[in-house]
């Protein structure tokens, strides 16, 4: 691997910026890296190379006339193909979308703009982000860089597999039910899903507006609190957004504060490797200084429910129009799930929605003046394709499920969640661990993830024969 | 709230949604569903009259700085 490509977002942004390379230098090296290892891990639905190196140029050279647009300059991104760039195409991994070009710019893509960096494609995702394997009928899926008869994760697929395999420094992601967690975990990344209001989601593709988080991807929490500087704040084309507390990452030592053990479901049915990871990390959290407390949470059990009603709901009802006319042109698990979301009656849906509040207030009150929970991303390290290919079938909601069930907490409660790589398996596939903050308190997950990573060395490492 | 859901129910809101939705399929999301809607009736939650679904953004905006 060039040395360019193995350096951190924060570690390039800075020699970019100090001309010990150039935005030219360093998108060549990572298209060359793609071109190399796109035919195998399948992370991009479209890559240009023209434009990217036609922008990295421009980037030189208003470099080399002394200004820096912003923080990321000349930084080459890619992001899920759901972000919408005027006059370019987003094609939501769908056939339904197959063509769309969007007149609209999402704000976080703008923003990303504005800090500097150049996009170097789009990346591969689950159809219309309905799925959490990275399985997708129209495209193939995508494959993880650490094992290619594994899953990535999704729906984030493209985003986690471009980041592991150092084709890519950051990407967006979104969020609705572990999107952005459930791929950093599979492949060995940091992602970060924002508290709920933090990041505008104006012209990016929805799911379900309750639930849908937009966030980063990256190789280090250090790098995602760049991306969120960039993209977080207020939004006018995003009403979520109004009265969020501006970005800041102050720092507060360790000592001051206190993370819980969940003392059920969270440690429940969990794999070896996974056990031990979670062990490993409060052991090594305790050791930097933080205090580690047994918690007893509400019943998780009816938060998933409640969070698979709304999911379910909100989904079938972005769809109803293509649901009438043209059914036939969505895979058969997207359309299955879809479909499920007609079982439930309107007061079914709004009594789930009307909990979120309760329920979060419960949440609060069960966790006193804790700052962060930890908890396993997923029961075991990334599962095969070929095992997780459920199709649509009766079973297949179920076997969702269970990929996705220490999820929907975050989401449905709006919480922030940073997940961090934390172990690897006995096969030598990555297991990530999250932390899940209190409302707005995305920075202390940060600092607890810088602190972390500073003490470890499982964000460091690359996929074999990378 | 009822934990059962029938394929009967299904087809009636799928119509009602003028969506189409087969027999077979009517059937299948029955029992997909089936557990949600069974773990959330069970759980019995409490609303207060007065909730609606902003309070959430009301809630998590005061704990902000806690």
């Known amino acids: ?466 | 709230m009822s934990g059962e859901v029938t394929s009967e129910r299904v087809a009636v809101i799928a119509t009602a949604a003028r969506i189409p939705l087969d027999t077979d399929s009517s059937a299948r999301v029955a029992r997909a569903v089936t557990p949600a809607i069974a773990q959330f009736a069970a759980a019995d939650v409490s609303i207060d009259f007065e909730v609606e679904p902003s309070t959430f953004a009301a809630i998590a905006r005061a704990d902000i700085g806690r």
């Open chain 1, 1 to 466: 691997m060039s040395e360019l490509a193995a350096l951190t977002l924060a570690e390039i942004a800075a020699a970019i910026r100090a001309r010990k390379a150039s935005s030219v230098e360093v998108t060549q090296a990572l298209l060359a890296r793609i071109a190399s290892w796109q035919p195998e891990l399948n992370a991009f639905v479209r890559v240009d190379p023209e434009g990217a190196l036609a922008a990295a140029a421009a980037a030189d050279a208003t470099l080399a006339n002394g200004a820096a647009k912003g923080a990321l300059h000349g930084v080459p991104v890619a992001h899920k193909d759901m972000f919408y760039v005027a006059g370019k195409l987003a094609e939501c991994g769908s056939k339904l979308r197959k063509g769309f070009v969007p007149s609209a710019t999402s704000t976080v893509v703008a923003r990303l703009d504005q800090a500097g960096t150049i996009r170097l494609g789009a990346l591969h995702m689950s159809e219309f982000a309905y799925g959490p394997t990275g399985h997708n009928v129209h495209l193939g899926p995508a494959r993880n860089p650490w094992d290619p008869t594994r899953i990535t994760g999704g729906s984030s697929s493209g985003s986690g597999a471009a980041v592991a395999a150092r084709l890519i420094y950051a990407a967006l992601g979104s969020d609705t039910g572990g999107s952005i967690r459930l791929p950093a975990h599979f492949c060995g990344i940091t992602g970060l899903k924002p508290t709920s209001g933090r990041v505008s989601r104006a012209n990016a593709m929805p799911l379900s507006f309750s639930l849908d988080s937009v966030g980063p991807l990256a190789r280090t929490a250090e790098d995602c609190s760049l991306i969120l500087a960039a993209i977080a704040g207020p939004d006018p084309l995003d009403a979520t957004t109004a009265d969020a507390p501006a970005w800041g990452t102050t720092a507060r030592p360790l000592s001051d504060l206190s993370i819980g053990i969940p003392s059920a479901f969270y440690i429940e049915d969990l794999d070896a490797d996974v056990a031990a990871t979670f062990d490993n990390t409060i052991a090594t959290l305790r050791a930097l200084g933080a205090k580690l407390v047994p918690v007893t949470l509400p019943d998780q059990t009816a938060i998933n429910a409640a969070a698979l009603i709304v999911l379910a709901v909100e989904a079938t009802s972005a769809h109803a129009p293509w649901l009438r006319t043209r059914p036939g042109d969505y895979g058969p698990q997207v359309l299955a799930r879809l479909q499920n979301g007609l079982a439930y009656s309107a007061v079914e849906y709004l009594e789930a929605l009307r909990w979120r509040g309760p329920a979060l207030a419960t949440h609060l009150a069960s966790i006193g003046t804790i700052d962060a929970i930890i908890a396993p991303v997923a029961n075991s390290a990334a599962p095969t394709i070929e095992a997780t290919d459920v199709g649509a079938g009766a079973g297949a909601e179920l076997a969702i499920q269970k990929i996705t069930r220490f999820m929907r907490l975050a989401n449905y409660l709006g919480l922030p969640s940073l997940v961090v790589p934390a172990g690897y398996s006995s096969g030598n596939l990555p297991i990530g661990i999250q932390l899940i903050g209190r409302p707005f308190g995305d920075e202390i997950l940060i600092a607890l993830g810088e602190a972390f990573q500073t003490e470890t060395n499982h964000h460091r490492r690359t996929p074999p024969r990378m």
